[in-house]
């Protein structure tokens, strides 16, 4: 809860900055703060897609830490609660119990011992989280123990095969983030010309923010700022 409050005011201040940044580069007054607040709403909608998918990223690489974990206990001859009670304590030791993905890990934990299934609490946690990997690792878990076979080659095998859609996932998202680095110059490079011109060569701007010609230029120039930046984020998601 604390977690998500801190989040939410974190987001509130960036949309505020924004708010504040566009008035002051495009405007040059407080009224410039009503088109802004638009960029704004939008610059915390963008920015709580960004911490959510840091969040996803996160929760992969822990989960894959604990398929590991738990594929070695399997192969060691422990029994599938038993495996996922090790893979627990062996995340919570690699990064702490701070993390939802752990704390959701810690609740399958205490509801094993109340009877419920290993296989459904995964798909559900997983379908919490929407991770893929989490689901369909509880899926085959759910199949195995109403079909049987035999464990530890399906531990393994399932284990390796999302461990392996996690690496090309991985590198894929490195490979874009050469990408997303030249966007985030691209958009910040108008910002930084208006300032320095405002800073460096006071009232060289002054006919921008005076008269209804120089309003509705800033404002358009704000708008191709806005088209760049949907572009941009088109082409980086085909690319995904």
């Known amino acids: ?31 410039g703060m009503i088109p802004a607040s638009g960029v704004g709403v939008f610059a915390f909608i963008l920015e709580r897609r960004r911490l959510i998918e840091k969040d996803r990223r ?28 090790y893979a627990t304590g062996h995340v919570s030791e690699m990064y702490g119990d701070k993390g939802l993905l752990i704390k959701k890990l810690h609740e399958i934990e205490n509801s094993l011992g109340v009877g ?10 997983g379908n919490e989280l929407k ?12 199949i195995m123990s109403k079909s049987g076979g035999n464990t530890s080659e399906v ?22 983030t050469g990408k997303k680095l030249e966007t985030y110059i691209m958009l910040a490079m108008p910002f930084l010309i208006i300032i320095y011109l405002r800073v460096v060569n006071k009232g060289y701007m002054d006919a921008l923010y005076e008269g209804v010609f120089g309003r509705i230029f800033m404002t358009a120039a704000l708008g191709l700022i806005g088209v760049a930046l949907f572009i941009s984020k088109k082409i980086i998601g085909r690319l995904l």
């Open 1 to 31: 809860m604390a977690q998500n409050v801190r989040r939410i005011i974190y987001l509130i201040c960036v949309s505020v900055g924004v708010v504040l940044l566009i008035s002051y580069c495009f405007y040059n007054n407080l009224l």
């Open 58 to 85: 996160t929760y992969r690489l822990q989960f894959e830490t604990f398929l590991g974990a738990m594929d070695i206990s399997v192969r060691a001859g422990y029994s599938l609660p038993n495996s996922m009670i």
């Open 131 to 142: 991770l893929e990997e989490i689901s369909d690792f509880g899926s085959v878990i759910d």
């Open 155 to 176: 531990i393994e095998g399932t284990a390796e095969n999302i461990s392996k859609r996690i690496q090309i996932e991985d590198e894929i998202d490195v490979m874009i």
């Open 116 to 125: 419920r299934k290993l296989g459904e609490e995964l798909v559900r946690i």
